[in-house]
């Protein structure tokens, strides 16, 4: 009878393994990530499935989520026809600018991959540490006169955000509207008690596209990794700085806490507010539309030409992607990037490897410091034929690496809150500044030098004394890069 039992269950394995590969492959995933889940599903079939359908499934498919976009895109676009229509205005003007026909594409790009429009009239002004940015934003938040509107990946309960809920909530009872999203995933350690005293005095807070419900569980993988603020539609914040006391200070974990933030004035806010506003709708289903979010911008001289990308899991083109392979590909001479992880795709990979190989400058900051390490070990595994194709690796050891951004040529630069990671590329809700300024650009440049001081290099000699059985280990982790 045993026996009997023990085909049977053989056959239903091999049933539901021949059923779950068909599945996977009709999916038209990376290569990694189906064999990544074909190795989980096959090794572990009650758990791996659980998984899957908790995180696994693609949300690409999601014709709900596509319906939500084009129904507020359509009433976005009424707020932004003064910017739609400067297009080809603004093109023209920077096109003027020297070196600018070799970036082109780039404009291109993320036109038609994500919309994303070319603003010119803006202020900016960059952040390199915690205290600098916040500091910078209760000042802005102190005197909203209409609206605030904040959504974080992650938002604490501690001593840092305990002061801006006071803020927020005597905004509020002074008649400013107050609107947070946060992730739910992101922000798991805050509190209950927090949220309900900010609903208790009129604040709208919600977890974004309110996944708290059974019915969407299975988009927990899917998280909004965006950090945005808009004050009255004239001021915003966007960059890797999370809300909480760690990304002044270090937390208890680091000792200090190195990151890009930045403050944008102009054009470019109208954009952010947009992103929020679509993400507000997604998730509460109410429309935000009129010129209270959208205030007319009065003339100026202020000139940062820029475009503002957003992607995510229900965008039809990896367009964050897709920016950082075209940047990388573009590059005539030198390349600098700083990211916490380096988990890339094939095709980000390969690109750096033959700009390295063309003899173009190639630096690579990340964490020397880890808070995850599942992550911090798959990096290893992509490092060695990097340092022999001639990329300089540098691990950044004053406190942690938070920072996300890419420098072209000391010419062109990206500012935002994707990762070099397949989670960021694939996974995440991401939004990111392309900035067609040199002020700006050599302002990254200038602190891209001064964190080298704080880094250890990683040569190729070091390399090779890696222990096998970190290396194995280090591929092992690898292995589940495309599910992290």
């Not at 945005?228 to 890797?240: E, R």
């Not at 997604?282 to 010129?291: C, D, P, Q, V, Y």
Request: aromatic share 14%.
């Amino acid at each position: 009878m045993t026996g009997e039992i023990w085909k049977t269950l053989v056959v239903f394995y091999y049933i539901y393994l021949i059923i779950t590969i068909v599945y996977l492959v009709l999916d038209n995933r990376e290569t990694s990530a189906t064999f990544a889940w074909i190795f989980v599903l096959s090794t572990f079939p009650v758990i791996g499935l659980f998984l899957y359908l908790l995180i696994g499934r693609n949300r690409r498919r999601s014709h709900k989520l596509k319906q939500y976009q084009q129904h507020v895109n359509k009433s976005l676009r009424s707020c932004l026809k003064e910017y739609i229509d400067a297009q080809d205005r603004n093109l023209e003007k920077l096109s003027r600018k020297e070196g600018f026909s070799s970036r082109k594409k780039l404009f291109d790009l993320l036109y038609r991959n994500s919309n994303s429009l070319l603003t010119t009239k803006n202020a900016i002004r960059l952040f390199y540490c915690g205290k600098d940015k916040f500091d910078s934003l209760i000042t802005d938040l102190q005197n909203a006169k209409k609206c605030i509107h904040l959504e974080y990946f992650i938002w604490r309960s501690d001593t840092f955000t305990e002061k801006i809920k006071n803020i927020l909530i005597e905004k509020k009872r002074e008649g400013v509207d107050v609107r947070i999203l946060y992730d739910i995933i992101g922000s798991l350690q805050l509190k209950a008690s927090y949220t309900k005293e900010l609903r208790t005095n009129g604040i709208k807070i919600y977890p974004y596209d309110n996944v708290r419900s059974f019915i969407t569980a299975h988009s927990l993988n899917y998280r909004n990794h965006r950090k945005i603020a808009v004050i009255d539609g004239s001021i915003a914040y966007t960059g890797g700085m999370n809300m909480g006391k760690e990304y002044i200070d270090g937390g208890g974990q680091f000792e200090a806490w190195r990151d890009t933030h930045a403050r944008l004035e102009g054009e470019a806010v109208a954009i952010l507010q947009s992103i929020f506003i679509a993400n507000w709708y997604n998730t509460t289903k109410e429309e935000l539309i009129g010129m209270k979010y959208f205030p007319k911008i009065s003339d100026s001289s202020r000139y940062v030409p820029m475009q503002i990308t957003a992607s995510g899991p229900d965008s039809e083109w990896s367009s964050i992607e897709q920016l950082y392979f075209n940047l990388i590909t573009s590059a005539q001479k030198c390349i600098c990037i700083q990211s916490p992880y380096f988990i890339p795709n094939e095709s980000i990979y390969k690109s750096l490897l033959t700009a390295a190989l063309s003899g173009i400058e190639v630096k690579i900051m990340i964490a020397g410091k880890a808070d995850k390490l599942l992550p911090y070990w798959a990096a290893f595994s992509f490092f060695g034929p990097l340092l022999k194709a001639g990329v300089r690796m540098y691990h950044y050891q004053k406190g942690f690496m938070h920072a996300k951004t890419i420098i072209v040529d000391e010419e062109i630069s990206s500012v935002g809150t994707a990762n070099m990671d397949i989670r960021s590329f694939q996974l995440n809700y991401e939004v990111n500044m392309l900035l067609y300024d040199n002020g700006v650009t050599k302002d990254l440049v200038g602190q891209f030098n001064k964190d080298l001081e704080y880094c250890d290099e990683l040569t190729l000699e070091e390399y090779y004394k890696i222990g096998k059985l970190k290396h194995f280990r280090n591929s092992i982790a690898r292995l589940f890069a495309p599910l992290m």
